[in-house]
């Protein structure tokens, strides 16, 4: 049996409990809680601990997908969830106000992962912001010297967020095929 682990993260709201939702085999296992403070006025419910899915690929093959909270004050729990990961899906929503920003800010706190482990982004809410493209987040990467592939994704949408997995699996082994 393979078993990988990938984990989800991003700022408070872009979707990481959706997409974890939208591609789990099983129901998943989530930790929102109500929001009593800022994130409310976004959404009425925030992750604390961590959202856990499971992908099973074919019969010896496993995916466990984790997600992390957003809210910084719950960041502990991001250097306990990256222990073992294969690889990180950095997800950034375009309706923030400097999606850019955060993309460097996640770089940075996963950036002992980040040395052995490959990241792929996926940028949500397009369809409510449609500035910066995708591809303002490739020509930034590439410019830090950074080969990273960018998708725009609805986190609601399991074809979307498969191909975030599909690219990551394909990051970790190029001979992968399907
Ligand atoms: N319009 C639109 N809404 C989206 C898109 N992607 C996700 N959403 C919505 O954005 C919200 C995301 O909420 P969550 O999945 O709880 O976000 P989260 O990243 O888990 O947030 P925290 O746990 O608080 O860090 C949901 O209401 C989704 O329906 C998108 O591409 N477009
Ligand atoms: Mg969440």
Request: proline share 5%; hydrophobic share 40%; no cysteine.
């Given at each position: 049996?393979?078993?990988?682990?990938?984990?989800?993260?991003?700022?408070?709201?872009v979707?990481?409990?959706?997409?974890?939702?939208?591609?789990?085999?099983?129901?998943?296992?989530?930790?929102?809680?109500?929001?009593?403070?800022?994130?409310?006025?976004?959404?009425?419910?925030?992750?604390?601990a961590?959202?856990?899915?499971?992908?099973?690929?074919?019969?010896?093959?496993?995916?466990?997908?984790?997600?992390?909270?957003?809210?910084?004050?719950?960041?502990?729990?991001?250097?306990?969830?990256?222990k073992?990961?294969?690889?990180?899906?950095?997800?950034?929503?375009?309706?923030?106000?400097n999606p850019?920003?955060?993309l460097?800010?996640?770089?940075?706190?996963?950036?002992?992962l980040?040395?052995?482990?490959?990241?792929?982004?996926?940028?949500?809410?397009?369809?409510?912001?449609n500035?910066?493209?995708?591809?303002?987040?490739?020509?930034?990467?590439a410019?830090?010297?950074?080969?990273?592939?960018?998708?725009?994704?609805?986190?609601?949408?399991?074809d979307?967020?498969?191909?975030?997995?599909?690219?990551?699996?394909?990051?970790?082994?190029p001979?992968?095929?399907?």
């Amino acid at each position: 049996m393979i078993e990988n682990k990938i984990i989800f993260t991003g700022p408070v709201g872009v979707g990481k409990t959706t997409a974890i939702a939208a591609l789990s085999d099983d129901p998943p296992i989530q930790t929102d809680a109500s929001a009593s403070d800022m994130t409310a006025v976004r959404k009425g419910y925030t992750t604390v601990a961590m959202d856990y899915g499971v992908i099973r690929l074919d019969e010896n093959t496993k995916i466990h997908l984790y997600g992390t909270p957003g809210q910084e004050r719950f960041d502990f729990m991001w250097g306990i969830l990256s222990k073992g990961s294969m690889g990180l899906i950095l997800l950034l929503d375009n309706t923030r106000a400097n999606p850019l920003k955060d993309l460097q800010f996640f770089l940075d706190s996963f950036r002992d992962l980040l040395d052995d482990a490959p990241v792929v982004v996926g940028v949500t809410k397009l369809d409510l912001q449609n500035q910066p493209g995708v591809e303002v987040y490739q020509q930034y990467l590439a410019k830090h010297g950074l080969n990273v592939p960018v998708f725009e994704v609805d986190a609601r949408n399991e074809d979307d967020v498969k191909q975030l997995v599909m690219a990551m699996l394909y990051s970790i082994d190029p001979g992968l095929e399907g």
